[in-house]
């Protein structure tokens, strides 16, 4: 069985761009939730202005196919010209999991 792809990606806006990257964030959204091998994703901001993502997939073909699909390339592509100052991603693969629900 293949281990679960992890992408953590921390960004910071321009100044004046919400408007334009929560358009943009909505569509890249759906369009990964659609995509063959999706588990979830949760995005939080700091008050610091720091926005952290978590987006994971089942395996890493899934994960590469959601890096290279051409609506994802433009965005990335806008944006580093129009819509962050910074960002940095680090991608892993998951070599164990556990977790807890209390059940109510």
Do not use: C
């Given at each position: 069985m293949a281990s679960e792809v992890i992408t953590v990606f921390r960004s910071r806006l321009r100044p004046g761009v919400d408007e334009d990257y929560g358009t943009l964030a909505a569509k890249m959204?759906?369009?990964?939730?659609?995509?063959?091998?999706?588990?979830?994703?949760?995005?939080?901001?700091h008050a610091?202005?720091?926005?952290?993502?978590?987006?994971t997939f089942e395996d890493i073909e899934s994960h590469n196919a959601w890096k290279e699909h051409p609506a994802h390339r433009q965005a990335q592509k806008i944006g580093r010209e129009r819509l962050y100052s910074e960002y940095s991603i680090q991608v892993g693969i998951s070599n164990h999991s556990h977790s807890f629900k209390l059940d109510e």
């Open positions: 959204t759906a369009l990964a939730q659609g995509m063959p091998g999706f588990v979830d994703a949760k995005t939080f901001t610091d202005g720091e926005r952290v993502t978590v987006v």
